[in-house]
T-cell receptor, first 114, second 114 residues
Framework: ETGVTQSPTHLIKTRGQQVTLRCSSQ?????VSWYQQALGQGPQFIFQ???????GRGNFPPRFSGLQFPNYSSELNVNALELDDSALYLC?????????????FGPGTRLTVL | AQSVTQPDIHITVSEGASLELRCNYS??????LFWYVQSPGQGLQLLLK??????LVQGIKGFEAEFKRSQSSFNLRKPSVHWSDAAEYFC????????????FGKGTKLSVKP
């Protein structure tokens, strides 16, 4: 069974640019969540996709957007990058939409904005 | 508002000594509680979870946690720490509704002395 994978591992961008991060969910999982983990902080919920629809969002501006594809893989897009967007971006997948189902995390993408 | 507090930013224990990591939560309803561990360069791994029932929960790697509703706490314990336990530990509460998003504390970094 393949776990959650994310690409790329590391990424360096400059302010104002746009970035796309990718996540392949664990086999059989139809729900994907994205989290932002700033240095020295716990992960913060960005949004969740369930069966290709966004069904939950944290306190992040609209320049953070996403997609989920029919195979349940997902993308996180961030437009107009700011310095504060530098962080580890974690993807997590699980089955169903219920809040008690275990979330399985990928290793993350480290984004640096200069 | 829902929140998680981990009062200790950094804890150092000797190998073989016991460990207790503190976690306090604020949540209006019955909480779903989790402990995750994050090693450098790794994603988050679930140690244990509490949904209902027995308030003492057993997890992987010899960890356990006790849910105390009266104290709004969910402290993580291990009777004898191994050097490989050095990592960052995050307590989380399951968000409301059907979204299943997690609200994390800021984490406690555990160092283990030989």
């Amino acid at each position: 069974e393949t776990g959650v994978t994310q690409s790329p591992t590391h990424l360096i961008k400059t302010r104002g640019q746009q970035v796309t991060l990718r996540c392949s969910s664990q086999s059989g999982h139809n729900t994907v969540s994205w989290y932002q983990q700033a240095l020295g902080q716990g992960p913060q919920f960005i949004f969740q996709y369930y069966r290709e629809e966004e069904n939950g969002r944290g306190n992040f501006p609209p320049r953070f957007s996403g997609l989920q594809f029919p195979n349940y893989s997902s993308e996180l897009n961030v437009n107009a990058l700011e310095l504060d967007d530098s962080a580890l971006y974690l993807c997590a997948s699980r089955t169903g939409g219920g809040r008690h189902n275990e979330q399985f995390f990928g290793p993350g993408t480290r984004l640096t904005v200069l | 508002a829902q929140s998680v507090t981990q009062p200790d930013i950094h804890i150092t224990v000797s190998e073989g000594a016991s460990l207790e990591l503190r976690c306090n939560y604020s949540y209006g309803a019955t909480p779903y509680l989790f402990w995750y561990v994050q090693s450098p360069g790794q994603g988050l791994q679930l140690l244990l979870k509490y949904f209902s029932g027995d308030t003492l929960v057993q997890g992987i790697k010899g960890f356990e946690a006790e849910f105390k509703r009266s104290q709004s706490s969910f402290n993580l314990r291990k009777p004898s720490v191994h050097w490989s336990d050095a990592a960052e530990y995050f307590c989380a509460v399951g968000g409301g509704g059907s979204q299943g998003n997690l609200i994390f504390g800021k984490g406690t970094k555990l160092s283990v002395k030989p």
